[in-house]
């Protein structure tokens, strides 16, 4: 209970601190995730509308998803550049506080951000795509939604181990390759026979805010989220940070 007390404390106080720098992230996010969703929803809604079984959609709604869990601040983008989330970890690490209020302090950042870019992603790519408010009444896009949310976060447990764990640019590396895992699972499921979006599609449709694919998604990015934090602590006691 102390460590949640100390991390949403921490927390907090990001908020209190430049007023312009906290505008600048939110205009920036807002513009990101507005044209993230633009972009998905034209191609998802012409996917969803001739029922096509191509990988595209699966491809973007894999990669992209864990972009959701992101805070779009000057230290994001500089993170290959400045190494930005090693210095930041070095100037925790010498303040008085335990490293596992540190990382839940990342953990409730993630659910922040998939609350705020979730609702602004979606939100553009019901209202663009037409075939979205044919096919889904409200609650089912929210189970749909939610499907994919569940998605980010199971990786997003893998991109906090990054993130704490190597530098800017190894982290840069393993996220192409993050990418590039995305992509061949898209291209497997499709050489299956498989759709992962239209099977989301399909489920959400049929079981609204019961679907258990939904429900499926958000226990095991709990329980990655969960997993990889622990080991992320673990591997922190041994890490150099000069």
């Keep these: 209970m102390r460590t949640l007390k100390d991390s949403w404390f921490m927390l907090r106080s990001d908020f209190r601190g430049d007023k312009l720098k ?48 992101f805070s779009f601040s000057r230290r994001s983008m500089k993170y290959w550049s400045e190494d930005s989330y090693t210095r930041m970890l070095a100037y925790l690490r010498s303040l008085p506080i335990p490293i596992t209020v540190v990382l839940t302090r990342r953990k409730f950042q993630a659910i922040g951000s998939f609350a705020l870019n979730g609702l602004l992603f979606f939100g553009i790519v019901y209202l663009v795509g037409e075939n979205f408010r044919k096919e889904l009444t409200l609650p089912s896009y929210i189970a749909f939604a939610i499907t994919w949310i569940g998605v980010g976060l199971i990786v997003t447990g893998l991109y906090i181990f990054i993130e704490y764990l190597f530098s800017g640019k190894a982290y840069l590396a393993l996220t192409v390759l993050i990418v590039v895992a995305s992509w061949g699972i898209s291209f497997l499921v499709t050489l299956g026979g498989g759709n992962l979006f239209l099977y989301s599609i399909s489920y959400s449709k049929e079981w609204g805010l019961l679907s258990p694919i939904m429900w499926g998604s958000l226990l095991l990015g709990t329980i990655s989220v969960q997993l990889f934090s622990k080991w992320t602590i673990h591997r922190l006691k041994s890490r150099d940070l000069v």
Excluded at 43 to 55: H, K, P
């Design 22 to 69: 906290i505008l600048g992230t939110l205009v920036i996010t807002v513009i990101f995730m507005s044209y993230l969703g633009g972009m998905t929803s034209l191609v998802a809604n012409d996917v969803l509308g001739e029922q096509d079984r191509t990988m595209v959609a699966d491809f973007l709604l894999l990669s992209l998803m864990p972009l959701i869990g």
